[in-house]
């Protein structure tokens, strides 16, 4: 059993922490610098924050420290003009997080292979703060999963320092809204989500993405800003699959359904355009909405759409096989002897993150 510490007034002088995150002086630390967590460190190191960036893969910080960004996102240029920064620490070292006002966890969040949630990196990530956990830090949670874990699985964890949560340190869920390629919306004008434990956490959560971002969105508590990452991902899923199952509708009805779908997007209200293709990839849609199926299982709850969804999505790279396969015969040719090429192997335009791209297994 452990002996829970009591924190001294000094220690955890929470509006001391909140004034340094409406003046941009607080340190910040990222655990995992992905494709995450190394813009949101830029973006605090912009407002004049200390980061502190954390990643257990010595190459990323090697990068790093050489100036070179591995991000597409992240100009290489604005790396290099931060690395000989005093508030600027990029380290494989769990105990420079000590010095951090916010711990901010952005670890990955994979399925299984039975579908089921990998939470293996949250768990590492908070035991390795709780061995370096004080009295007066924030930690906040942005990798996406199902409603629960932040109170159910991290809480705990952190608990075992010693330390209780609302008393000696405080706790919160914000989900990462990245979209790689984009170029109209980054860390900075998409607008963020924040759910603390306790009205406290919730304060410090919000005035801290206040200080970077242009609009935070409160929301009561960390199981609802767990949800709503979950809603707008399987939202996408549904969509994409319903538009996939149109496609295949519409090639036999004999129509192009490009044009279709261009000519319902003139309607200025009560449609969203989604558009067909041979799959979902990337880190989100085809993993997301298989945490908030999972517990819904758990609780006993159906969730129809998302596995309908699930069915179609991973059926179209077989169709689109097909597809190929009738246009070179078509063409007279043999598809043993055939040479195909295929252009583009990332899961949209524009980026080369080819994670859970439907072309390939894995």
Known sequence: MTTTRAASPDTFAWPRLLDGFHQCHATIGIV???????????????????????????????ELHAGRSYILDV?????????????????????ALREADSIIICVPTPCQRGKEPDLSYIEQAGRMIAGVLRPGQLIVLESTTYPGTTEELLLPILETSGLQCGRDFHLAFSPERIDPGNPTYHVENTPKVVGGLGADAGDLACAMYSAVIERVVRVDSPREAEMAKLIENTFRHINIALANELALIARKMGVNIWQAIEAATSKPYGFMPFYPGPGVGGHCIPIDPHYLSWKAREMGAETSFIELAERINHSMPDYVVRLVIDAVNQAGKSIRDAKILLIGLAYKRDIDDHRHRPLLPG
């Open 75 to 95: 100009p290489t240029d604005e790396i290099a003009s931060l690395r000989d920064s005093s508030r600027w620490r990029m380290t494989s070292q769990p105990a």
């Open 32 to 62: 995992g610098l992905g494709y995450v967590g190394l813009p949101l460190a830029v973006a605090f190191a912009r407002k004049g924050f200390a980061v502190i960036g954390f990643d257990v893969n010595e190459q990323k910080i090697t």
